[in-house]
């Protein structure tokens, strides 16, 4: 069946540092891509989507591109800020109303 | 525009039990998913309903049922509760429920089961 598979965290990074988090996907037809953030206490807010191959998602400094080739969707941010702390999920839709996601990455900035 | 809304925020229940949560989705919202969120399962999808009627469910057992109203309003109820459920149950909307929309998610209800 459909996967996600997100790289494992807890990541901490200084402020201003780069961001990379993989993702990768398992599906048998041409999903749409999210990236959906928690904060501590909070449901999920929808980052940025993708919803066919080559598309690039972005929003507030973040960035992921459609790769179907390497079935990727890889969260990037140039530089990262305290206010940016949060857990991060990976997901996919085929089917309407039903995402399917990864496992989650914490992320830590520290001043 | 309103949110989500989930009720109760939280709720402690005992083995055995059952218990009903509420979701209202935003206003014109047709499509409600349901999903679990535990740390060792980490996000699985419930159900989704669309115009009163589930379209898709996941592997979870019959004990969890859901019905969606005239309104688009939603309820989940879980029967026969045992400790595995404690779990944040969050309730997502969109429009139509397509595979590219947005699912814009509630706080969630945080259910202990003891």
């Known amino acids: 069946g459909d996967s996600v598979t997100q790289m494992e965290g807890p990541v901490t990074l200084s402020e201003e540092a780069f961001l990379t988090i993989n993702c990768t996907y398992t599906a048998t037809g041409y999903p749409s891509l999210f990236w959906y953030v928690q904060y501590p206490g909070e449901g999920l807010q929808l980052l940025l989507k993708?919803?066919?191959?080559?598309d690039k998602g972005s929003n507030k400094g973040f960035e992921a591109t459609y790769r179907k080739e390497t079935t990727s969707f890889h969260l990037e941010k140039g530089s990262v800020q305290v206010s940016d702390s949060a857990v991060y999920f990976c997901a996919l839709s085929q089917q309407g109303g039903k995402l399917i996601f990864g496992q989650g990455t914490e992320l830590s900035v520290k001043p | 525009k309103a949110g989500v809304t989930q009720t109760p925020r939280y709720l402690i229940k005992t083995r055995g039990q059952q218990v009903t949560l509420s979701c209202s989705p935003i206003s014109g919202h047709r499509s409600v998913s349901w999903y679990q969120q535990t740390p060792g399962q980490g996000l699985q999808f419930l159900f989704e309903?669309?115009?009163?009627?589930?379209?898709n469910k996941g592997n979870f057992p019959g004990r969890f049922s859901g019905r969606q109203f005239s309104n688009s309003r939603s309820e989940m109820n879980v029967s026969t509760l045992e400790l595995g459920d404690s779990a944040l149950y969050l309730c997502a909307s969109s429009l139509e429920g397509t595979s590219a929309e947005t699912q814009y998610f509630g706080p969630g209800t945080r259910l202990l089961v003891l």
């Open positions: 309903y669309f115009s009163e009627t589930q379209r």
């Open positions: 993708a919803t066919k191959a080559d």
